[in-house]
């Protein structure tokens, strides 16, 4: 045999129980098979497909159709990645739901392993051909589906994070004591990833079938058992998304997969009024939960003085959402990167800070670069960009960084690496009012003879139809990826010549809830305050891409600073 080959089979009593006979590689050889209904999917692999085969028809046998992908190249490692490569594109394409536990997927290395996925995509063009995918490879990769997906192979940063805090969990759960765990990472280390797989792994955990066999060599196979399932039957189990953007595609991504369901996405406000509590909440950017503040609209202030005195029965203005969070359930696990907190109201770093210190030991840092192409260099890199000692010009491989001019230039090359790769996107810092919110005819930006729109919505901005014609704001790309992103650095930033120091220009910052003052807590925001703000700001819109990011600054002086280290 040379080559890979996909056999297509009924799955039926009849044809399992003539597999021995139809093919000697059946009995003993390293394949990858595909189970499907029409509406229903489940990838496996196997040395034995055919005694595989006998026992999935016990389990799965309103399954239909049967394919056997095999190659006279193919090794036990080979076919784990092909398996989570298949898993994770039929749970980002819409046709199929993905009905696999998410045990074991985890990105290892081995020997040839580029060669390997170029096979793979010939395989995916294959099953797409015959009617199995609807979209492309890329289409797939740009969807929030896929991004989202329980179904991610974690890589050894994440798996260790998610082996230690299973370890602790179940121990805790054991021993009827409370937890708190902290995972850390800078943008693009996939700390939603880690929390999404934790959801879909818990679940697999209570609903494995205690005849199912895990392979000792399938990372979290030992957490498969009857005395772990024990542990976490009847646990009540939510995800908290302080960001409405985000928690709105989750949901969507939850809603078509087994185990979770979008009631587990939860609001903070949502955990505090709650009258049932939680055995495990996990929270995605903890750093976004709020302290006691101005909040976004009246009702929500209202609704803040109501949770504090129907959790604690005094509206003490030192509580903020973590307690509510904390108060509402036994174990949390918090994800955490202080540096992304973008706003006054955020939970004040001191409080993060001695969230931090209280993990102890149940604190795991995520140091891979997920997004980036440029790896972790590049994210360091940013961060030195606008402070006050300039970053140093480095090479970043492929990654496309560049500096423009023209701000009607960057807009064009965004366009043609939209139509090019998709995903690509103008995002800019809040220096500009909203006019187009009220006054959808009016424009926001204008600059170099360009006009331009803010974002016509705040959920799901990225995906929305038209978006590539506006400018986004922090508050629709945060926890996002994105290909390619067109960064303006506004006025809100300038370079003082007299100093040398990068300063933040109030007048120019045009986000009210960014520079409010706190009169509750008698809280002033200083310009050195804001700047750092302002300036965590830009760091994450300028690691939103995974290929290439684009800037434009407005102020001439800080531009030319920028040049010497960008161009």
Not at 111 to 116: H, I, L, P, V, W
Not at 429 to 457: C, F, H, V
Request: aromatic share 10%; charged share 30%; proline share 3%.
């Amino acid at each position: 045999m040379t080559g890979f080959e996909i056999e297509r089979l009924p799955f039926t009593d009849r044809v399992v129980a003539r597999m021995r006979d139809l093919d000697p590689r059946f009995v003993n050889w390293p394949v990858v098979y595909v189970l499907d209904d029409g509406k229903r999917v489940y990838v496996g692999e196997t040395l034995n497909a055919a005694k595989r085969m006998e026992q999935h028809r016990a389990k799965k046998g309103d399954l239909k159709v049967l394919r056997l992908v095999m190659d006279d190249r193919f090794n036990k490692s080979a076919c784990l990645d092909l398996e989570s490569t298949l898993i994770r594109l039929f749970s980002g394409d819409e046709k199929y739901t993905v009905i696999n536990a998410n045990a074991g997927l985890v990105d290892y290395e081995y020997f040839d392993r580029a060669s390997y996925q170029r096979t793979f995509d010939r395989i995916f063009d294959e099953l797409r051909s015959a009617g199995m995918f609807t979209r492309s490879i890329t289409e797939i990769e740009n969807s929030d589906l896929f991004k989202l997906s329980p179904f991610k192979a974690l890589n050894d940063d994440q798996a260790a994070a998610v082996d230690d805090i299973l370890d602790g969990l179940f121990a805790d759960l054991a021993a009827g004591r409370k937890s708190l765990s902290v995972v850390q990472g800078e943008p693009g280390t996939g700390k939603t990833i880690v929390a999404i797989y934790l959801l879909k792994l818990l679940s697999d955990i209570v609903h494995a079938d205690p005849e199912d066999l895990y392979e000792g060599d399938v990372r979290f196979s030992e957490f498969f058992v009857e005395a772990k399932r024990a542990l976490l039957a009847g646990r009540r189990v939510g995800f908290v998304v302080p960001q409405q953007s985000l928690r709105t595609s989750i949901k969507r991504v939850f809603r078509r997969t087994p185990g979770v369901h979008p009631s587990m996405v939860l609001t903070p406000f949502e955990v505090g009024a709650s009258s049932e509590r939680w055995d495990l909440l996990i929270v995605d950017e903890a750093h976004r939960l709020t302290q006691r503040a101005n909040q976004a609209s009246g009702p929500l202030n209202k609704k803040f003085r109501e949770i504090n005195q129907h959790l604690f029965g005094d509206d003490r203005l030192d509580l903020t959402q973590l307690d509510w969070i904390r108060a509402q359930s036994d174990h949390q696990i918090f994800l955490l990167d202080s540096a992304q907190s973008v706003r006054p109201a955020d939970l004040p770093q001191a409080i993060q800070a001695g969230l931090l210190a209280e993990a102890g030991d149940r604190r795991y840092q995520l140091r891979s670069q997920m997004r980036v192409r440029a790896g972790s260099d590049y994210v360091d890199f940013v961060r030195r960009l606008l402070s006050d000692t300039p970053a140093a010009r480095q090479e970043f491989g492929d990654y496309d960084l560049r500096l423009f001019d023209d701000v009607g230039a960057m807009r064009a090359a965004i366009r043609e690496k939209d139509q090019e790769e998709g995903l690509a996107r103008m995002v800019a810092g809040y220096a500009w009012e909203w006019r187009s919110k009220k006054d959808p005819t009016a424009y926001d930006i204008e600059l170099d003879g360009q006009r331009m729109r803010w974002n016509s919505t705040a959920t799901d901005w990225i995906n929305a139809p038209g978006s590539i014609d506006e400018i986004g704001s922090i508050h629709t790309v945060q926890g996002y990826d994105l290909n390619y992103a067109g960064v303006i650095i506004g006025p809100d930033l300038r370079l003082d010549l007299s100093t040398g120091r990068v300063v933040f220009d109030r007048a120019n910052y045009k986000d009210r809830k960014g520079q409010e003052n706190n009169p509750t807590l008698g809280v002033a925001y200083s310009d050195e305050d804001l700047l750092k703000f302002v300036r965590n700001i830009y760091r994450v819109l300028l690691t939103r891409a995974m290929r290439g990011t684009y800037v434009y600054v407005c102020d001439p002086a800080l531009r030319e600073r920028v040049r010497r280290s960008v161009a």
